[in-house]
Every structure is written in structure tokens, then in C-alpha cells.
């Protein structure tokens, strides 16, 4: 099976901007999850959407959004854009359906804010 | 709500010497366990879970981690590190569908 897909890899925007950034979960996974990674705050948590719909939201201001599609792929949308948006956004994806299952990362996109 | 907390962010230990990264959880409900590693400019990969039945679990490149409820920690152990375990590893905690992370800890393996 193919892993957890992230378009673009690499991206630089301007203060102002918005941006958006695409996930593709492994074939048959209804899960799809955000993070924002940053060498000061760690690992965090945006939001999770399972099955077009958002279950679970972590702490981030209404300029963080995300959508699911039918087809499970996912995006999230970072709209007038901080330089503190500047870090790694990961995608993870399980199956959903247990708190049990792991979440399979994929490599992340770098967005830079300039 | 559940959390996680790593101590230590960063820990350096010799080749061929045993690592030892900590993680302690707080859960209202009996929890999910993991371990994941971070290579850099790499996603996270899983090394093991906890979900129910042996408390001793073991996972891939040698690594084990131990359920404690008593103590309410998890945490990793390889017994010989080697130059390819230096990564950052992040244990995590998952119960209702709600997947935390704790802090990380940085690994650093020295010849």
C-alpha cells in the first residue's frame, strides 16, 4: 500500500498570504489528522476530520481550517498567514474506527513564512 | 483529558550503552499507548503500542517499552544503542479517538 502522501513538500509565502496544503491517507484509512511541529511548541495538534467531518479540534485560531473529501483526502488552509506559521505540518491517517489504531505519518510539508 | 510528559528533551548515551527515554500519562480512562521516531526531515514512524493484554511490548530496531499503570509510565528502553537510533522520540497517549503527543526527546547516540 502507499504511505501517507503530502503536497507540497516545500513552500514559501509571504506574511498576508494564505496557503494550502493537501494530504492523501493510505487507501481505505477514514482518519486524517493535522499537526503543526515547531522547534519551541513541540508537536501539536490542529484537527482531525473522519469521514468529512471534523471530530476533534485542538487550540488554533479560526485561520487554521481543514476539509475532507469523499475520498478521504484532506486539506488544511492557513489563511492570512503569521510569520509564527513558519514549521512542519504533518498528516497523519488511520483507519478510525478504534482510539487503538496508530496514525501513519507522512513526511510533512515545510512552510516558511517570509 | 488525557496528556503526556516526556522527561527529559534531550538524552545522550554512548554506542552500546542502554537507552532509556521516559514517558508518563495522565488518562481518566485505561489508555492507548505509543512510541513513535522522527529521523530528521522525515513524518513519525511508529516503534510499538500498548493497547491491552502483555505489558511488555516490543517493537521494531530493538526496542521494548513496558506498561506500569501503578506508576502511570511507558517507558522506551533498547538495551545497545546504536549510531542509527539518534532521532527525536515522541510517546503518545489515544483514547476516544483523541491522539496526544508528548514534548519529544532528543536522542543522541556518541561513538
Known amino acids: 500500500k502507499a504511505g501517507v502522501t503530502q503536497t507540497p513538500r516545500y513552500l514559501i509565502k509571504t506574511r498576508g498570504q494564505q496557503v494550502t496544503l493537501s494530504c492523501s491517507p493510505i487507501?481505505?484509512?477514514?482518519?486524517v489528522s493535522w499537526y503543526q511541529q515547531t522547534p519551541g511548541q513541540g508537536l501539536q495538534f490542529l484537527f482531525e476530520?473522519?469521514?468529512?467531518?471534523?471530530?476533534n479540534k485542538g487550540n488554533f485560531p479560526g485561520r487554521f481550517s481543514g476539509r475532507q473529501f469523499s475520498n478521504s483526502r484532506s486539506e488544511m488552509n492557513v489563511s492570512t498567514l503569521e510569520l509564527g506559521d513558519s514549521a512542519l505540518y504533518l498528516c497523519a491517517s488511520s483507519p478510525g474506527d478504534r482510539a487503538s489504531y496508530e496514525q501513519y505519518f507522512g513526511p510533512g510539508t515545510r512552510l516558511t513564512v517570509t | 483529558a488525557q496528556s503526556v510528559t516526556q522527561l527529559g528533551s534531550h538524552v545522550s548515551v554512548s554506542e552500546g550503552a542502554l537507552v532509556l527515554l521516559r514517558c508518563n500519562y495522565s488518562?481518566?480512562?485505561?489508555?492507548?499507548l505509543f512510541w513513535y521516531v522522527q529521523y530528521p526531515n522525515q513524518g513519525l514512524q511508529l516503534l510499538l503500542k500498548y493497547t491491552t493484554g502483555a505489558t511488555l511490548v516490543k517493537g521494531i530496531n530493538g526496542f521494548e517499552a513496558e506498561f506500569k499503570k501503578s506508576e502511570t509510565s511507558f517507558h522506551l528502553t533498547k538495551p545497545s544503542a546504536n549510531m542509527r537510533d539518534a532521532a527525536e522520540y515522541f510517546c503518545?497517549?489515544?483514547?476516544?479517538?483523541?491522539?496526544?503527543f508528548g514534548a519529544g526527546t532528543r536522542l543522541t547516540v556518541k561513538p
Open positions: 476530520y473522519f469521514s468529512e467531518t471534523q471530530r
Open positions: 503518545a497517549v489515544s483514547n476516544n479517538n483523541d491522539m496526544r
Open positions: 487507501s481505505g484509512h477514514r482518519s
Open positions: 488518562s481518566s480512562v485505561p489508555p492507548y
